[in-house]
Structures are given as C-alpha cells and as structure tokens.
C-alpha cells in the first residue's frame, strides 16, 4: 500500500496535518502577535489564541475543515487565511471566529 499524507476525517487518532497547521500559524503571525495553538476535544478542534497588542482574540477551526482541503489546495488555504480570515479577525478584535465546513461564525471568546 502506497504512503499517503492524506488523513482520513474519520480517523480521529491522528493528529491534523501538520502543513496545513503551520499555514495558519504563519498568517496569524504574519498579522498578530504572540501566536498559540492547541488542538482541543481529541484533536476535533484547532485553536489559535493571539493578540493585536491590545486586545487578545481566538480563531477555533474545525478538523472537518482541514480534513477535508487535500494537499494541492494548500494555496488555496494560506490565501483563504491571509485574504478572508485575518480580516474578519481585524474587524472583530477580542472575539472568537470559529471556521468550519458550514461557515465563518463570530462569538464572544473563550477565557485564555
């Protein structure tokens, strides 16, 4: 059986792709300061706790989300992050954006 980086969404034992972690944390640090990641709920959840110098906010992203972008869609997600996220985080400091399958949604945070 070949080697494969592809994770299956269903396999909940491994931990979410590395690449497209860094590629996150890159844009939020290319934007924020004082980047923090955690995987949170066996791995289902990616936060990313950060701050403007002012204020701290939290960018959680859902497994599913990241599961499913396949390695040849990696621009797409660096691109998706510096172009769509990191404004709505801009525009929304001190709160929560939460990314998923479904949509962009934005609540008050969580405590640090």
């Not at 400091?93 to 479904?102: A, C, D, M």
Request: with cysteine; proline share 3%; charged share 30%.
């Amino acid at each position: 059986m070949p080697f494969t980086t592809h994770l299956r969404a269903d396999d909940r034992t491994t931990v979410v792709d590395p690449k497209k972690i860094e590629i996150v944390k890159s844009c939020l640090e290319a934007a924020f300061k004082d980047v923090r990641h955690r995987q949170e709920g066996n791995h289902d959840l990616q936060r990313f706790v950060f701050n403007d110098g002012m204020q701290s906010s939290q960018l959680v992203i859902d497994r599913a989300f990241l599961d499913d972008i396949r390695q040849e869609q990696l621009v797409w997600l660096e691109n998706y992050i510096r172009k769509i996220i990191v404004l709505r985080l801009r525009a929304n400091v001190g709160k929560k954006i939460s990314v998923s399958n479904s949509g962009i949604s934005v609540s008050e945070k969580d405590p640090d």
